[in-house]
């Protein structure tokens, strides 16, 4: 099984900064996705990621498959960015996810 | 497009009292699923299904049964409901299981 790892558990910042939540996994990829859920809301993919990188307005996600890492930045960090951010992976042929447990983002204006 | 919808989205039960969470996805996506989150846990797969008529279990699938009769829908019941089931229940969809994934907005569910 898979472990996935994320830091920080919890990350309060000001506005504008900008934030680097990290993932990391045990065992060989062929996914990993970047997810987000606010207070009480639902799930939102942001990213979908198997090398390289992808980046989508002011998010930016990078993965190294040889250190078995993810990124996911924010750049201009703004208090509607406060959520949790989820890392989660495949495994080679197989259907199921596993999850890490969420890094909690706030920020302050 | 809906995309993935849930109901209820509150639920409370007896110990004892059996109940169904529904999850419709209007994307013709192959592959749906269902999760549990609790505090301090990440998301843990209940039951997921590859297609109409095929389902697996996951990692914590007791207490849980699953059915896909159509691609859309993919309910799942509680038979018999216990207080260490009190969760927040979310459903998922992708075309395949290399897809982007689509999540409902989740189902909090009580059990006393």
């Known amino acids: 099984k898979n472990e996935v790892e994320q830091s920080p558990q919890n990350l309060t910042a000001q506005e504008g900064e900008f934030i680097t939540i990290n993932c990391s996994y045990s065992v060989g990829i062929s996914a990993l996705h970047w997810l987000q859920q606010h207070p009480g809301g639902g799930i939102v993919s942001l990213f979908m990621l198997s090398s390289g990188k992808k980046k989508h307005g002011r998010l930016i996600a990078t993965i190294n498959i040889q250190e078995k890492h993810s990124s996911l930045h924010i750049t201009a960090s703004h208090p509607r960015d406060s959520a949790v951010y989820i890392c989660?992976?495949?495994?080679?042929?197989?259907?199921?996810?596993?999850f890490g447990t969420g890094t909690r983002l706030t920020i302050i204006p | 497009n809906a995309g993935v919808t849930q109901t209820p989205k509150f639920q409370v039960l007896k110990t004892g009292q059996s109940m169904t969470l529904q999850c419709a996805q209007d994307m013709n996506h192959e592959y749906m699923s269902w999760y549990r989150q609790d505090p301090g846990m990440g998301l843990r797969l209940i039951h997921y299904s590859v297609g109409a008529g095929i389902t697996d279990q996951g990692e914590v699938p007791n207490g849980y049964n699953v059915s896909r009769s159509t691609t859309e829908d993919f309910p799942l019941r509680l038979l018999s409901a216990a207080p260490s089931q009190t969760s927040v229940y979310f459903c998922?969809?992708?075309?395949?299981?290399?897809?982007?994934?689509?999540f409902g907005e989740g189902s909090r569910l009580t059990v006393l």
């Open positions: 989660a992976v495949r495994g080679f042929g197989n259907e199921k996810l596993t």
């Open positions: 998922a969809s992708s075309y395949r299981n290399t897809g982007e994934l689509f």
